[in-house]
């Protein structure tokens, strides 16, 4: 690395994880951005949280792997395909990332999103079904987020009978090394039936 680059881990937990910034200044993605970076990751997958990035820079056991797989022990094998969450896009148990650059209404997909799981409508022209959501929400002020959430329910000409229930869990401001943020997630969701 050059002198004209600086280097800040995106987590603790996830060390050989760099991002290279330039100096900071008036244009450049420096200091005053690095709040941007994610400290951590979560997703839950089948109704579990896992951690996608465990054991970064760490031996991996190879006696944990799955097997290597012929085509013809891949074929005879009986797997049943997981319920669907969005028609043609996402499986229970799958992974869907959102990007985009700053200002471009991720975060809003994403409630609309939720919203559109939690009520079995369609989001981007694609049918959801339903499924119990949890919105985790590490980024929005909640006076904000509850004005998002509100616009959504209200673009959609949804009633709030029918999101009353939706579930929103704002942690804002609460961000922590993944490995101790997770267990008390867990603990918080434990028995509630999550689907998403």
């Known amino acids: 690395m050059d002198g004209a680059t600086k280097s800040f881990p995106c987590s603790a937990r996830m060390r050989s994880c760099n991002f290279q910034a330039k100096p900071a200044g008036k244009d450049s993605w420096g200091e005053k951005k690095r709040h941007r970076?994610?400290?951590?990751?979560?997703v839950l997958?089948?109704?579990?949280?896992?951690?996608p990035a465990v054991g970064l820079g760490v031996k991996p056991k190879v006696d944990e792997w799955p097997p290597i797989k012929s085509y013809r022990q891949l074929m005879t094998e009986k797997?049943?395909?997981?319920?669907?969450?969005?028609?043609?896009?996402?499986?229970?148990g799958g992974k869907l990332l959102l990007g985009g650059g700053s200002k471009s209404y991720k975060s809003w997909s994403l409630?609309?999103?939720?919203?559109?799981?939690y009520t079995g409508s369609d989001w981007w022209g694609q049918?959801?079904?339903?499924?119990?959501?949890?919105?985790i929400n590490f980024e929005i002020?909640?006076?904000?987020?509850?004005?998002?959430?509100?616009?959504?329910?209200?673009?959609?000409?949804?009633?709030?009978?029918?999101v009353k229930?939706?579930?929103?869990w704002t942690l804002r401001g609460h961000a922590a090394d993944l490995s101790l943020i997770r267990p008390m997630i867990e603990k918080h969701i434990e028995?509630?039936?999550?689907?998403?």
């Open 37 to 42: 970076i994610p400290k951590f990751s979560l």
């Open 45 to 51: 997958q089948g109704g579990e949280m896992i951690e």
């Open 79 to 92: 797997l049943e395909e997981p319920d669907v969450l969005i028609e043609g896009i996402l499986h229970r």
């Open 111 to 117: 409630i609309d999103l939720a919203v559109s799981m």
């Open 127 to 135: 049918k959801c079904n339903k499924a119990k959501v949890l919105f």
């Open 141 to 162: 002020q909640e006076w904000s987020f509850k004005n998002r959430l509100a616009d959504v329910v209200k673009a959609k000409g949804l009633t709030e009978e029918q």
């Open 165 to 168: 229930d939706f579930d929103v």
């Open 191 to 196: 028995g509630k039936g999550y689907q998403a």
